[in-house]
C-alpha cells in the first residue's frame, strides 16, 4: 500500500554524501537483478535509464558507473555484539577513496514487521539525525521516516518489491529534499 508524501514533506534537507545527491522533486528507482541467480543487480529510473550497477554480493560491495565500469562508492556493513552495527559508505574516484562515511544502525525484528533505524551525520542540519526504516515481513513493503513514526516521523521514502521466480524489480520512491543516493545504498544493504 502506497502512502503519499507530504507536501512540503522537510522543514530541512537530508544530506550524507553530497548535495548534488538531493532532489528537488520526488524521485522513482527500480532495483533490478539482472541475472539468472539474483547477484547481478542495478538501479534504473522510470525511463529505464541505467544509473549504477552493483558488484558483490557478500562482504563489501560497490555501485559502478554502467559506462565506464569504475567503482563509485564501496559500502559495507559491520555487525558488532556490544554496540550498534555500522553501515560504512566510501566514495571513490580513480581507484581512490575521497570519503567515508560511518552510520550507526540498530535492527528489530518481529512476526509483523523488521525495524531498522540508521544514525547519520545530517550535513543540511550539521547534526546527527535518525531515519527509520519500516519492513513488512517478507519485505514487499517498507517505509522510510526521518525520525521515528510513532514520534510523528515524516514519511521520506518507500519501496516495494515485485518478484518472480528468476528475478526481483523493487520500485524505490523518495520525497524531494532527501540524498537520493544515500538512501538508494541503505535500501541496498537492507535487502
Known amino acids: 500500500m502506497t502512502q503519499c508524501f507530504e507536501e512540503p514533506p522537510l522543514n530541512n534537507n537530508i544530506c550524507v554524501i553530497d548535495d548534488k545527491y538531493v532532489s528537488e522533486e520526488k524521485t522513482t528507482f527500480h532495483y533490478k537483478s539482472t541475472g539468472k541467480v539474483f547477484i547481478h543487480f542495478q538501479v534504473e529510473d522510470e525511463k529505464n535509464i541505467i544509473w549504477y550497477k552493483l558488484s558483490g554480493f557478500t562482504g563489501e560491495r560497490s555501485l559502478r558507473d554502467p559506462k565506464t565500469n569504475k567503482v563509485l562508492f564501496k559500502f559495507k556493513s559491520k555487525t558488532h ?19 567515508t562515511i560511518t552510520c550507526n544502525s540498530n535492527v528489530k525484528s518481529s512476526l509483523k514487521c523488521y525495524i531498522c533505524e540508521i544514525e547519520f551525520f545530517n550535513i543540511a542540519t550539521e547534526k546527527k539525525e535518525l531515519i527509520e526504516i519500516q519492513c513488512s515481513p517478507l519485505f514487499n513493503y517498507c517505509s522510510i521516516y526521518y525520525g521515528r513514526k510513532k514520534e510523528n516521523g515524516v514519511l521520506i521514502g518507500q519501496f516495494s518489491s515485485s518478484k518472480t521466480l528468476f528475478n526481483y524489480d523493487f520500485k524505490i520512491d523518495i520525497a524531494p529534499g532527501v540524498d537520493t543516493l544515500f538512501i538508494l545504498l541503505l535500501i541496498i544493504e537492507i535487502f
Open 81 to 99: 555484539l556490544t554496540k550498534s552495527n555500522e553501515i560504512i559508505i566510501t566514495s571513490m574516484k580513480d581507484d581512490k577513496e575521497i570519503q
